[in-house]
């Protein structure tokens, strides 16, 4: 069983930077696909980005040109560097590894990001 933990979320006002690390406690297998997910209050949970084994990068128009995803190692899998906050970007943020064809989709429980004057 593999484990995610998500860290670096905190308050930080109007055009600041975060940067958001997911922990890893155990090995995760196969070719798979790591992404963040964001949930705001009163809203649906959301794809934020995600990133493919080949490198191949998926992020939602809210987010383009401001966050940016990249691979770590085995213990820290996946980052998000976080820039120019946005009040709307205000919401609990979820690092995830999936791998459908070998039948795993791993979550964390979330860091808070809120960003406020």
């Known amino acids: 069983q593999v484990q995610l933990a998500e860290s670096g979320g905190g308050l930080v006002q109007p055009g600041g930077s975060l940067r958001l690390s997911c922990a890893a406690a155990g090995r995760i297998f196969g070719i798979n696909v790591m992404g963040w997910y964001r949930q705001a209050p009163g809203k649906q949970r959301e794809l934020v980005v995600n990133i493919t084994s080949g490198s191949t990068t998926n992020y939602a128009d809210s987010v383009k040109g401001r966050f940016t995803i990249s691979r770590g190692n085995a213990k820290n899998p996946v980052y998000l560097q976080m820039n120019s906050l946005e009040h709307e970007d205000t919401a609990v943020y979820y690092c995830?590894?999936?791998?459908?064809?070998?039948?795993?989709?791993?979550w964390g429980q979330g860091t808070q990001v809120t960003v406020s004057s």
């Open positions: 995830n590894a999936k791998c459908p064809p070998r039948g795993y989709d791993y």
